[in-house]
Structures are given as structure tokens and as C-alpha cells.
């Protein structure tokens, strides 16, 4: 995987300086965790480190059973991709980018109940404006005080929408 370099010094703190364009396009955020590796030629590989990624299998295994035990689809993230889907299309979800919404709903810890289809919140950047859901629960997945993830539950029944 040859791209184009750029050409970093490291400082006196062991120290390399991710430019914003890198990040940016990465969504690497300040204080992100960023795992290390080398390889045999001596190269430094920095890949994002997703704490729920390692456990996309209890991940799917979670969703599973929420959507057995509510009825209701089921979707769990990372903060940046779909990594479980239950009682829907998982072709349509999994390993897609979350849309800057639901970042968003992230980013401010705090559960959140949508039973207005207007207001529901689209999951992935390829929905569009066409609103598929009635109503939303989103939770997020907190450790340390930081949001890692969430999970939602999705109903599209319009007679049993989703509420405490």
C-alpha cells in the first residue's frame, strides 16, 4: 500500500504530528486511541483502535438478543461504522459509516427517545431524507466517561411506537 508520504520528524517526547487532513479524513479525534504496529521493512503502522470492534462478535450476539427479547431491530456501532445489526437488513447497515447525526448523538452522552418519524435520525450517510423508522431509541455506550459506541432500537409499527 504505497500512497503518497509525508515526511514527519519525531520530537525529543518520541512524538509524530497526524496532520489535520489525515485526521479529518480518518475522523481521528483528539485523545482517539491509536494502535501501533511494524512490520518486517521497518514500517510504522498507526491504525484507529475501536474498543467494540474487539467485541463485534458479543456485539452481534447483544443485538441478537435484544431484538429477540423487544421485537424491535436492533443496531450497535463503533464510533464510526455499524458493527451489529439484528431483526434487519444487514447488508443494507453493517460496516457502513455513521452519519454526522448520530456522531453528534454521541458525542453528547445522553440517551435519546424519537417517537416522531420527522424527527427520526438516519443511521448512515447513504439514507438520504427518506425517513424509514417511526420511532428511535439511541443509547450511548459509555466507558470511562467517554462515549465508544451506541445502540438503537428502531421500530417501524406506527400502532406500538418505542417509548420508555
Known sequence: MKATGIVRRIDDLGRVVI??????TLRIREGDPLEIFTDREGE?????????GELTEFS???AESLNDALGYMTVIADRDTIIAVAGGSKKEYLEKRVS???EKMMEDKKSVTITEK????????????????TSQVIVPI???GDSIGVVIILSKDTTKPLGE
Open 44 to 52: 510504522v503502522i498507526l491504525k484507529k483502535y475501536s474498543p467494540i
Open 60 to 62: 452481534t450476539e447483544y
Open 142 to 144: 459509555m466507558t470511562q
Open 118 to 133: 420527522e424527527k427520526t435520525c438516519s443511521l448512515i450517510n447513504d439514507e438520504g431524507d427518506e425517513k424509514k423508522y
Open 19 to 24: 496532520p489535520k487532513e489525515i485526521r479529518r
Open 100 to 102: 454526522k447525526a448520530l
